[in-house]
């Protein structure tokens, strides 16, 4: 499997190398694996280290089980992109705004999952414009993207699906896990995944579901980072899509909570990228603590360490409690076009 990710830009390294990383990944997939259903913490290192992006996609949503698969993806700090089939949007908008509210994309996937080239071209038009209308009123957000069923498509959809605005997007690497694939068949299919890649996957598949961790230890071994799909050019990106703030925003500005809840907790901000930011969290006055941080919409944390983390129901606002690894905690937030905004400390509370 290693094979086929040595190219020009990594060398095979020599074979005890690979060996000792081959168990390196299989450590965190074990301990991803065994973490599944908490926000996984990382160190500051490895949330930084994207030596590129692969976009995640689930079709076919939203299901019986899309929150299922959020909680998987959100313990996972993972951001995906969700093909929805626009009558399954109709009959649960809710689970599609779930979806958003988790931070993924939201794209189309046709109105009832037909063969779509054996339609005319005002049939296409009225497909996938009832389709963008459902995911609209569902999510508030227009989809960019669109992905035929079945992956078939003819010159007439894709000028129709332009004309609505919206980019096709086939997929690079089919996990086949429609077909029945078993977890380590989907993880090693997704295996495959290089640079600005494209994985097919699908919403209401245990399987699925069971695979994402360790997709994810391996992604993270390789340096890659789950993104956004650009609707300019359908290749994986960072997740905003914007470029690098011309000023760059404010750092180290420290931010501290209300007194009187019996100890204080400072933030700064040590790392700030192009489209994230690292915020470091450091309480005194007790070893118990419990920090509750919101961040601003769109912003969204991705990422945590040295503190065991919960959410409230807009995902905006982290409770961290004290998980015996210090009085420091971290976390990184997507600025998601928002490259001004910083976290507010609410409070800083023993126990
Ligand atoms: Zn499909």
């Known amino acids: 499997m290693f094979a086929s990710i040595s190219g020009p830009r990594r060398p095979s390294p020599p074979r005890a190398a690979r060996h000792a990383r081959r168990l390196a990944v299989l450590a965190t997939a074990v301990a991803l694996g065994a973490a ?14 994207c030596n590129g992006y692969v976009g995640l996609t689930f079709d076919d949503g939203p299901t019986g089980s899309t929150n299922a698969l959020l909680s998987v993806l959100r313990a996972n700090n993972v951001r995906a992109t969700m093909f929805n089939v626009g009558q399954n949007v109709q009959g649960n908008p809710s689970a599609a705004r779930a979806q958003v509210d988790a931070g993924m994309w939201v794209a189309n996937h046709s109105w009832n999952h037909a063969h779509m080239t054996s339609m005319n071209q005002s049939q296409m038009q009225s497909d996938l414009s009832q389709t963008n209308s459902a995911i609209q009123s569902a999510t508030g957000v227009r989809p960019q993207l669109f992905r035929p069923p079945y992956g078939e498509t003819n010159s007439t959809l894709q000028s129709v699906a332009a004309s609505l605005g919206l980019r096709q997007v086939i997929w690079d690497v089919d996990s086949q896990d429609w077909n029945g694939a078993s977890v380590s068949q989907i993880v090693s299919n997704a295996s ?11 919403d209401g598949i245990q399987n699925t579901r069971d695979a994402i961790p360790q997709i994810m230890a391996n992604l993270n071994s390789r340096g890659l980072c789950p993104g956004m799909i650009s609707p300019s050019t359908g290749r994986a990106v960072a997740p905003d899509g914007t470029p690098p703030p011309t000023t760059p925003p404010p750092t180290g500005s420290p931010t501290t909570p209300p007194p009187g809840g019996g100890c204080t907790a400072t933030a700064t901000f ?12 450091t309480v005194q006055g007790a070893s118990n603590w419990t920090v509750v941080v919101a961040v601003t919409a769109p912003q969204r944390i991705s990422t945590t360490w040295n503190g065991t983390p919960s959410w409230d129901s807009t995902g905006y606002v982290m409770t961290m409690r004290s998980n015996g690894s210090g009085n420091t905690f971290g976390f990184t937030t997507m600025m998601s076009g928002n490259s001004s905004a910083r976290p507010q400390i609410r409070s800083c509370t023993t126990g």
């Open 36 to 49: 599944a259903g908490l926000t996984v913490a990382a160190t500051p290192s490895s949330a930084a280290a």
């Open 192 to 202: 495959r995944l290089q640079d600005g890649q494209v994985i097919l996957m699908h």
């Open 270 to 281: 040590p790392n700030v990228w192009g489209d994230r930011y690292n915020t470091s969290v």
